[in-house]
């Protein structure tokens, strides 16, 4: 769901054939990108930066959960969830939406607010999508469809969201995106779309009639003829161009790459900033820096009041509803809550503690 495109050129004279038949030279010479499978998106890293290709993919260190990515897969696996029901009869908005809530991820989001905010654009994007086109189904044809497609030697695997059947027998392509809004141009441009394209026709034998990116915010469908195959060229082009480099161990950083290193994880340990202190991108404070703390600690203050003014709502709930039954304590399923009035150390009347399990 993240939106990502190609947006280094790819130089123009070079030729795929050539570039295949380097490629399979130099995989002669090292042995461990074979195996490896590229994707759309590692492919557009590589292009981004190959040092921070290495640190995710080749050593393998974590990066920071992000909230997009949560919410991204939330909603997406709130719409899987529908679709795999089109065969044998679709779910309920009720049901539809009890699956989005079990299945919410919570990493990456700020603050309780932030979360907030995002899970119920979520529950609008469901029921917005729900109302809009549950009657339009019939004609899907695969969901996540998963392929590994070889491209002139090189394997390269994705996730398609979406297949519909034509009218006329051929195939329509569509993504689904959340997060800024964007146009057909975008949609035209997108080399996402002619690689699914390409694995499409080769591995369903069928036309693509169209591609399509659908922005689910706005539950907006942008679709758009074919991909031209001059554009098939150009992704042909970018595979084998990154399987090159990654094959020979090129993994140079980029650090003057659209401002990108101000928002990289690997920042502190990026051979491009060793010693260079004062550089912007460097001012982010270390992991553990006197900085750093304060702000954690000034966070976990603010989550706390947070919370404690939750549980003088709650407590106020509960405390209106003792008073009507004039009763002094209540049991949940886990947790027992007393009132006691006399005992107001921190201003708490009620008091929990969990309940003792039966034998
Ligand atoms: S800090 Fe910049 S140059 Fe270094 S890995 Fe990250 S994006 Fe690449």
Known sequence: MTQLTFDVPLPNETNPKELAEDLSESQQKTSWYKGRVLSHSSIYLYKTCPQKWKFRYIDKVPEKPRSFFSFGKSVHAGLEYLFSGVKDGIPTIEELLANFRA???????????????????????????????KDELKKVFQVEFKFTVD????????????????????????????????????????????????????????????????????????????????????????????????????????PEQGGQCQWCDYLQICPAFAGKKGTRAFEVPAPDSLAELADRLGRLDAKIQELLKSRDEVEKSILSRLSVKNEKEVEGKYFSVIHKPADEPNGKILFSQPREKKP
Do not use: C
């Open 103 to 133: 299945n919410w991820l919570r990493d990456g989001y700020e603050s309780p607010q932030q979360e907030k905010w995002f899970f119920q654009e979520g529950e609008r994007i469901i029921r917005g999508f729900y109302g809009k086109h």
């Open 151 to 254: 491209i002139e030697g090189v394997p390269v695997m994705g996730y398609i969201d979406r297949i519909d059947s034509t009218p006329s027998g051929g195939l329509a392509i569509l993504d689904y995106k959340t997060g800024k809004a964007f146009d057909r141009i975008r949609v035209r441009q997108e080399p996402q779309l002619t690689l699914y394209q390409m694995a499409v026709k080769k591995l369903l034998g069928k036309e693509v009639e169209t591609v399509g990116l659908y922005h689910l915010n706005t539950l907006t469908a942008h679709v758009v003829p074919a991909h031209t195959a001059q554009q098939e060229t150009d992704v042909v082009q970018g595979v084998l161009l990154a399987a090159k480099g990654i094959n020979e161990s090129k993994f140079d950083p980029k």
